[in-house]
């Protein structure tokens, strides 16, 4: 999948969908009805709009945000010091293990950055260690030790 | 590789509706009822489910993901900083205050290679707008902390290689 790296031309009811539901969505019986009455849409043009934004890549997803933390599982950020002449064919390896979550490409000497998603702490190790295999580079692991704020809201 | 066969949820309901809405939730007007149907749960419970897995943060939130470029921020920079062990605590509480940081962490160095211990993500309409931020928040470590910040750096995000969030294998 190849994400949008350029700003996209949204019209103002986008920005104000995107900026009105990065949480809170409802749950109830009719939970576009109910956000699009705030945002003075019909339920039908919400949901078009969602679809169509998902489509060209202005949203990745739109959903519940999962903290597989609470669930016995774990996060955990992870880097790469990839040679340049291999980050591609590095990147795809990577992309390939589902427990992949994101992966950035960052301006440093470490310039693969990648988020381990895993049912349990343990898995967190092996799959570092098979990326490890894989690509025959060391993966350098950067568990969280304390969370100060999380708020991964941004104004369209 | 074989994923982990480990109980994800609290029980084997909680985990199906993990796996039903972690790709997203449908685009159709009653779309618990749909989820409800697909796992032969009634649409009640899935909804109940959901607010307790919210109440219980196991879902951070429910709603939209942006593409950050998409939306105008084409400077995404992971600032990282070398802070003193004894005030990286205090240091990090008082990044993870300001407006321009969406997460902000505490990470162990990887010596000799990578000095940092504070993470903290900016987002700028341009790289300019970034570093600005990023220089907002040393003026701030630096008053407030004088003798406690060492070094920081600017990771700049250049491609998103890859942005699925979580998925729990089946």
């Given amino acids: 999948m190849t994400e949008a790296h350029t700003p996209a031309a949204l019209d103002a009811t986008e920005r ?11 749950i109830c019986d009719r939970p576009y009805a109910q956000a699009a009455a705030t945002l003075g849409l019909s339920e039908e043009e919400l949901l078009e709009r969602l679809g169509d934004l998902l489509l060209r890549g202005v949203l ?19 880097a790469l010091a990839v040679p340049e002449a291999r980050f591609n064919a590095i990147a795809a390896q990577v992309n390939a293990f589902p427990q992949v979550a994101h992966n ?9 950055w990648f ?16 990326i490890e295999m894989a690509s025959g580079l060391p993966v350098f692991l950067f568990p969280k030790e304390r969370e100060y704020f999380v708020e991964m809201k941004l104004r369209a | 590789m ?56 196991m879902i951070r939130r429910i709603g939209v993901v942006p593409n950050h470029y998409s939306i105008g921020y084409t400077a995404n ?51 300019e707008e970034a570093v600005d931020q990023v220089a907002a928040i040393a003026a701030l470590i630096e008053s407030e902390f004088p003798a406690s910040y060492r070094a920081h750096e600017i990771l700049f995000s250049t491609r998103i290689l890859k942005k699925t969030g979580l998925r729990i294998a089946g």
């Fill in chain 2, 77 to 127: 920079g992971m600032s990282v900083w070398d802070i003193d062990d004894d005030a990286a605590d205090a240091v990090g509480e008082l990044i993870g205050t300001l407006p321009a940081v969406t997460h902000c962490y505490r990470r162990p160095r990887q010596l000799p290679l990578w000095r940092y211990n504070l993470f903290a993500m900016v987002h700028g309409r341009c790289r």
């Fill in chain 2, 2 to 57: 074989k994923p982990v066969a480990m109980p994800l949820a609290s029980d084997a309901d909680d985990r199906a509706l993990v796996l039903a809405t972690q790709g997203g939730l449908p685009l159709t007007p009653q779309p618990y009822h749909a989820i409800a149907a697909e796992l032969g749960l009634a649409p009640v419970e899935v909804m109940q489910r959901l607010r307790s897995m919210l109440a219980r943060g």
């Fill in chain 1, 16 to 26: 104000a969908i995107i900026n009105a539901l990065q949480g809170d969505f409802p």
């Fill in chain 1, 60 to 78: 990745t997803r739109f959903g519940p945000m999962f903290q597989i933390e609470r669930m016995g599982g774990a996060f955990c950020l992870a």
């Fill in chain 1, 104 to 112: 950035y490409r960052r301006e440093h000497a470490l310039n693969m």
């Fill in chain 1, 115 to 130: 988020v381990l998603a895993t049912e349990s702490a343990d898995a967190i190790a092996d799959t570092a260690r098979a």
